[in-house]
């Protein structure tokens, strides 16, 4: 068995450090909901729970359709009537990346991938092991396992990632003996990261680290920014590999809606709120928090895990 190819390119050897933001996030953050656009609400409910593992939660009187594990959301779907595919090109979502804890809850996943029949990448990138696909409307979906945060290597403020060959099988030698077909994701899981295509890297610098403040943690991939708050090795990834000079999607395109980034408490959030508007930022108040939207559009919705 081989791996597919991963989405990811070969990394760069240069070993530049970028300084930490000195007026950051909190180390605490961590990321929220992914509310994506489709076209098919019982087609994408079915792709979710049936091939991802995850549970319907629950529907809004909205008709948005929540998924998770446990009582953690981690996808929102909205179903879009007379909806387009996302042009080539344009900016948005490049993956949505769902955290399990260990090998073991990976294997689960990777023969339920399997039993699918979906096309498949696989990558080792060091610090972690992922698994690559897409839901029915083109949505990049990472599934992936951290490796212990003891052996990731630092340089300075820079983490050390790579692209490798997952070895499939090894993966799967960790397979729990007792664990059925259907085994759903455990609770607990998160959404480890987000990775957005950008139209321009250094204007993605400007804004989601200067501005939002996010700190660099490795630039080392051509054409692509990863940040994060609290020394993980990325929360963001930002690139322009197929988006380079792309402005966003056209109005009632499927992909992404918005992604909550959660911060500890209402200081937190008041602090970057201030910090965006003093940069000139359009700001628009949620009731535990505020959205804001990138250089292309994209919608962020920094809230308080303690509000409300």
């Known amino acids: 068995m ?57 529907t809004g009187p909205d008709g948005v359709v929540r998924l998770g594990a ?46 699918a029949g979906v ?9 972690s092991e992922a698994l690559y696909l897409e839901d029915p409307d083109g949505n990049g979906i990472e599934v992936y396992r951290d490796r212990s945060a003891h052996d990731w290597v630092w340089n300075g403020t820079m983490v050390e990632m790579a692209t490798y060959r997952l070895d499939l099988r090894s993966v799967l030698a960790d397979l729990p003996a007792d664990a059925p077909l259907d085994t759903p994701m455990p609770a607990g899981i998160v959404v480890g990261h987000v990775h957005l295509q950008v139209g321009d890297i250094n204007r993605a610098r400007r804004f989601y680290v200067e501005r939002l403040g996010f ?14 708050a609290g020394r993980y090795h990325h929360h963001l990834g930002l690139n322009i590999w197929q988006s380079r000079g792309g402005g966003a999607p056209p109005a009632g ?23 965006l508007g003093a940069a000139g930022e359009t700001l628009v108040a949620l009731d535990n928090g505020f959205s804001v939207a990138d250089p292309w559009g994209t919608q962020l919705h920094v809230i308080s895990r303690t509000a409300g």
């Not at 070993?15 to 950051?24: D, H, K, R």
């Open 2 to 58: 081989t791996a597919a190819t991963s989405p990811l390119p070969p990394v760069s050897p240069d070993t530049t450090a970028t300084p930490a933001n000195s007026a950051g996030m909190p180390a605490q953050l961590r990321m929220g909901a992914v509310r994506l656009r489709v076209a098919d609400a019982a087609r994408s409910v079915d792709f979710y729970t049936r091939v991802i593992g995850l549970a319907v939660l629950g």
């Open 70 to 115: 446990g009582t953690q959301t981690l996808i929102e779907l909205d179903a879009i009537a007379h909806s387009r595919p996302r042009p080539r090109g344009t900016t948005g979502l490049f993956h949505v990346a769902i955290l399990v804890p260990d090998r073991p809850a990976l294997a689960v996943v990777l023969r339920r991938f399997i039993a």
């Open 119 to 127: 096309p498949l990448g696989a990558s080792d990138h060091v610090v």
């Open 215 to 228: 700190d660099v943690t490795t630039d080392r991939y051509p054409g692509a920014l990863f940040v994060s």
């Open 253 to 275: 395109s499927v992909g992404l809606a918005h992604f909550e980034i959660v911060l500890p408490d209402e200081a937190s959030v008041k602090a970057v709120h201030d910090r």
